[in-house]
């Protein structure tokens, strides 16, 4: 568990179209060298044969680095790299419906946005939550009521599982996110579409455990 918790402390959220000029690759190889502990790899216009193509290919990248890689909302494409795991929103398939297709060895991350959702989530079925989103994003246009951090220190209390704060996120929300007693905080325009991922990446290093109070 504590072992997933460190992994869950900079967790990069790809977007194609903001890492159109590096390229999702070049831009999740650059992050990891700045500090990036885990990768979704999340692209809604891609096919399921496309995620899993760039599956492999950010597999290449991570390997010997430690930092796990799930899909987003694909865990056909999930199985069919043999990543690390998915991640599924409330309006995706079940969690148990993931876990049966992953396995019991593959992490599973679900988002909740809500109090309910949160108390519904069943560890035996799911490794970590996404919570939030806690500010406004024009990445997910679809997303429920920012919660602020008040609101996500709730979410956060409400389960005993790992977590991860989601949702307009940039290096200056660290305090906050701390704050709330959430394990990490995960990042999307602050790392893609930024010309220097490596640096981006590199203005999170207070979230690693030798510079928290």
Known sequence: MSALKDQLRLYLV?????????????????????????????????????????????????????????????????????????????????????????????????????????????????DYLGLGPVFGTATKTDHASPTGFDGLAQLVALSPLPNVAIGGLKSQHISGVLASGADGIAVVSAICGQTDPEAAARAFDPLKPEHRL
């Open 14 to 126: 790809t977007d194609t179209q903001l890492c159109a000029t590096l390229g999702v690759v070049q831009t999740v190889r650059r992050a990891v060298a700045g500090g990036v502990t885990m990768v979704q790899l999340r692209d809604k216009t891609a096919t399921s044969a496309q995620r899993t193509e760039l599956a492999f290919a950010l597999k290449a990248v991570l390997q010997g680095t430690g930092v796990a890689l799930v899909i987003n909302d694909d865990v056909a494409a999930a199985v069919a790299a043999d990543v690390d795991g998915a991640h599924i929103g409330q309006g995706d398939i079940s969690a148990a419906q993931a876990r049966a297709q992953l396995g019991p060895n593959k992490i599973l991350g679900l988002s909740c946005e809500t109090a309910q959702t949160v108390q519904a989530a069943d560890p035996a079925l799911v």
